[in-house]
Protein backbone atom coordinates (compact mmCIF):
# COMPACT_ATOMS: atom_id res chain seq x y z
CA UNK A 1 0.00 0.00 0.00
CA UNK A 2 0.97 3.46 -1.32
CA UNK A 3 1.50 5.93 1.44
CA UNK A 4 -0.37 9.56 0.78
CA UNK A 5 1.42 12.18 -1.95
CA UNK A 6 0.42 14.90 1.31
CA UNK A 7 2.75 12.54 3.27
CA UNK A 8 5.60 11.67 1.26
CA UNK A 9 8.88 13.55 0.71
CA UNK A 10 9.01 16.96 2.26
CA UNK A 11 4.95 17.08 3.14
CA UNK A 12 5.45 15.55 6.96
CA UNK A 13 7.81 17.78 7.87
CA UNK A 14 5.42 20.93 6.58
CA UNK A 15 2.56 19.04 8.08
CA UNK A 16 3.80 19.08 11.29
CA UNK A 17 5.85 22.42 10.99
CA UNK A 18 2.27 23.93 9.77
CA UNK A 19 0.33 22.04 13.07
CA UNK A 20 3.10 23.47 15.66
CA UNK A 21 2.88 27.10 14.26
CA UNK A 22 -1.16 26.73 14.55
CA UNK A 23 -1.16 25.88 17.96
CA UNK A 24 2.01 28.43 19.07
CA UNK A 25 -0.66 31.27 17.48
CA UNK A 26 -3.41 29.91 18.87
CA UNK A 27 -2.15 29.89 22.41
CA UNK A 28 -0.90 33.86 21.51
CA UNK A 29 -3.97 34.89 20.56
CA UNK A 30 -6.10 32.97 22.95
CA UNK A 31 -3.61 34.13 26.03
CA UNK A 32 -2.77 37.71 24.62
CA UNK A 33 -5.66 38.93 23.38
CA UNK A 34 -8.89 36.26 23.98
CA UNK A 35 -8.78 36.79 27.95
CA UNK A 36 -8.16 33.24 28.64
CA UNK A 37 -5.95 32.63 32.07
CA UNK A 38 -4.32 29.52 33.50
CA UNK A 39 -5.22 27.87 36.35
CA UNK A 40 -3.30 30.04 38.80
CA UNK A 41 -4.03 33.27 37.58
CA UNK A 42 -7.88 32.20 38.09
CA UNK A 43 -7.42 31.75 41.51
CA UNK A 44 -5.68 34.54 42.24
CA UNK A 45 -8.28 36.59 40.32
CA UNK A 46 -10.65 34.96 42.64
CA UNK A 47 -8.87 35.23 45.50
CA UNK A 48 -8.06 38.81 45.07
CA UNK A 49 -12.12 39.49 44.28
CA UNK A 50 -13.04 37.87 47.90
CA UNK A 51 -10.76 39.73 49.30
CA UNK A 52 -12.09 43.09 47.90
CA UNK A 53 -15.75 41.77 48.32
CA UNK A 54 -15.12 41.15 52.26
CA UNK A 55 -13.31 44.88 52.92
CA UNK A 56 -16.24 46.02 51.04
CA UNK A 57 -18.73 44.71 52.84
CA UNK A 58 -17.11 44.96 56.08
CA UNK A 59 -16.08 48.85 56.01
CA UNK A 60 -19.37 49.92 56.61
CA UNK A 61 -20.24 47.85 60.16
CA UNK A 62 -17.08 49.26 61.29
CA UNK A 63 -17.87 52.85 60.84
CA UNK A 64 -21.26 52.19 62.21
CA UNK A 65 -19.30 50.53 65.27
CA UNK A 66 -16.82 54.19 65.23
CA UNK A 67 -19.60 56.43 65.13
CA UNK A 68 -21.44 54.56 67.63
CA UNK A 69 -18.76 55.30 70.62
CA UNK A 70 -19.56 57.58 73.11
CA UNK A 71 -16.43 59.81 72.07
CA UNK A 72 -17.02 59.65 68.03
CA UNK A 73 -16.23 63.20 67.35
CA UNK A 74 -13.10 63.21 69.26
CA UNK A 75 -12.38 60.18 68.09
CA UNK A 76 -12.94 61.45 64.23
CA UNK A 77 -10.67 64.55 65.10
CA UNK A 78 -8.15 62.69 66.01
CA UNK A 79 -8.56 60.59 62.75
CA UNK A 80 -8.36 63.35 60.72
CA UNK A 81 -5.11 64.77 62.27
CA UNK A 82 -3.39 61.63 61.99
CA UNK A 83 -1.85 61.36 58.95
CA UNK A 84 -3.57 59.02 55.85
CA UNK A 85 -0.78 56.05 56.17
CA UNK A 86 -1.50 56.09 60.14
CA UNK A 87 -5.53 56.20 59.95
CA UNK A 88 -6.06 52.61 59.31
CA UNK A 89 -3.39 51.66 62.22
CA UNK A 90 -5.41 54.06 64.39
CA UNK A 91 -9.02 52.19 63.57
CA UNK A 92 -7.12 49.08 64.05
CA UNK A 93 -6.12 49.98 67.19
CA UNK A 94 -9.26 51.45 68.46
CA UNK A 95 -10.61 47.80 67.58
CA UNK A 96 -13.63 49.48 65.80
CA UNK A 97 -12.41 46.92 62.67
CA UNK A 98 -12.85 43.78 64.54
CA UNK A 99 -15.76 42.01 64.65
CA UNK A 100 -16.66 39.17 67.43
CA UNK A 101 -14.78 36.22 66.53
CA UNK A 102 -12.82 37.55 64.07
CA UNK A 103 -8.92 38.68 63.94
CA UNK A 104 -8.00 42.84 63.34
CA UNK A 105 -8.04 43.07 59.05
CA UNK A 106 -5.93 45.41 58.32
CA UNK A 107 -7.77 46.44 54.82
CA UNK A 108 -11.01 46.56 56.63
CA UNK A 109 -9.44 49.11 58.62
CA UNK A 110 -7.87 51.12 56.18
CA UNK A 111 -11.42 51.19 53.92
CA UNK A 112 -12.90 52.27 57.33
CA UNK A 113 -10.17 54.99 57.56
CA UNK A 114 -11.14 56.08 54.25
CA UNK A 115 -14.53 56.54 54.46
CA UNK A 116 -14.20 57.68 57.93
CA UNK A 117 -11.94 60.54 56.65
CA UNK A 118 -14.55 61.98 53.88
CA UNK A 119 -17.68 62.58 55.96
CA UNK A 120 -17.98 65.62 56.72
Do not use: H
Request: proline letters at 3%; aromatic letters at 8%; a neutral charge.
Amino acid sequence: MDMPVMLQGDSPVRLFQGAIAGAALAMLIGFGWAGWTTGGTAAKMVDDASRSAVTAALAPICVEKFQRTTNAAQNLADLKKAASYEQGSFVEKGGWATLPGNESNYAVAQACATMLSNLK
